[in-house]
């Protein structure tokens, strides 16, 4: 099984990829047309510390950031059978990518901020909707926060993997040693700007909830239709 693994920026992908190839052996591809976005096993905190084995060269996920290209990404590699999506608390998301992408020290007007957070909210929730309409015959969605969770984390990447049917299983250590692989294989981040990141949290908080962000991806809200039982089973990734 191969997945299209879709999530807005600043949600855990670079984590998932690395549990993947680690897990199966296999690379996991980054964004369409990307070439600085390669395969966690080829980049320098891999290469120094060896940790991710490849076996097999096909790949075990391509990665999807925007709805453009997901769309170029299904359009190049036909329907990919497969889908996830890794989703993380939208304030939080939206707000940490926003914020961050801003070049320079300009001081933008109150009419500019809302502008880029709506297109923030906008490409969000365009990948919600596209899960959610996708007749993919396996669909899982991933929590981030539940990946970040010291009290969690093992447990919930071991959950992943059980229901990807990946027989790797980590240890503590392991699974340490795999998040620093994944946050040194990150691009260099700019810096935070507290009073604009506290500015686009509540804005994005005043549009949308991570409650019902949730029942969109579990068909369980108000106003979508009720999933059965053994489909929200299979949806969730509860260990």
Known sequence: MTYHLLSYPRSGNHMVRTLLEYGFGRPTLGCFESRRDTPIYQREPNR?????????????????HFILETIK????????????????DPVAAIASHTCRSIKGLTAFKPK?????????????MALVHYFRSRPA?????VEFERLLDPDTQLDYA??????????????????????????????????????????????????????????????????????????????????
Do not use: F, W
């Open 73 to 88: 990404a299904e359009m190049a590699y036909g329907e990919i059978p497969g889908l996830a999506i890794i989703v993380r």
């Open 158 to 239: 071991n959950g992943l993997l059980r229901r990807l049917d990946c027989e790797t299983r980590l240890d503590r250590d392991q699974l340490d040693r795999l998040l620093v692989v994944s946050k040194d294989s990150q691009e260099t981040l700019r810096k935070n700007r507290p009073a604009l990141m506290a500015d686009m949290r509540a804005q994005v908080a005043a549009a949308v909830s991570y409650a019902e962000v949730k029942d969109l991806l579990y068909d369980v809200g108000v106003g979508a239709q009720m999933a059965s039982s053994e489909t929200r089973s299979k949806l969730r990734m509860a260990t």
């Open 137 to 141: 015959e396996r669909k899982l969605v």
């Open 48 to 64: 120094r510390t060896g940790l991710i084995q490849i076996t097999n060269e096909a790949p075990i996920g391509y990665k999807s």
């Open 112 to 124: 500019e901020i809302r502008r880029k957070v709506e297109h923030g909210l906008n490409s969000y």
